[in-house]
């Protein structure tokens, strides 16, 4: 059974950084593709960044320039930097792996708020 387990993520001032932690407990080399997600009340889940295959990226205009979306195959790890919060990233951020285009795995999901 796949399990994708998060930590990380908090409370954050307005500029400040944080970094999300999503650990495999398989090899994270079988998935396709693997993001981050986020949810904020109110509005509906979207992508905030993707991994495609261990080395294409993709990123929300939203957040390029201030997030950084990584994977480490040794610890079958995924990470998210984030840089230069803004209040407006204040959701709840889920990972996800599976299919390019159909993510089948998804974590427990970990808010992250940022203060102005």
């Known amino acids: 059974q796949v399990q994708l387990v998060q930590s990380g993520g908090g409370l954050a001032q307005a500029g400040g950084s944080l970094r999300l932690s999503c650990a495999a407990s398989v090899r994270i080399y079988l998935f396709d593709a693997m993001a981050w997600y986020r949810q904020a009340p109110g509005n509906q889940r979207e992508v905030v960044a993707k991994i495609i295959r261990g080395d294409s990226t993709v990123y929300a205009d939203s957040v390029k320039g201030r997030f950084t979306i990584s994977r480490d195959s040794a610890q079958d790890t995924l990470y998210l930097q984030m840089d230069s919060l803004k209040p407006e990233d204040t959701a709840v951020y889920y990972c996800?792996?599976?299919?390019?285009?159909?993510?089948?795995?998804w974590g427990q999901g970990t808010q992250v708020t940022v203060s102005s």
């Open positions: 996800a792996a599976g299919g390019v285009s159909n993510m089948n795995y």
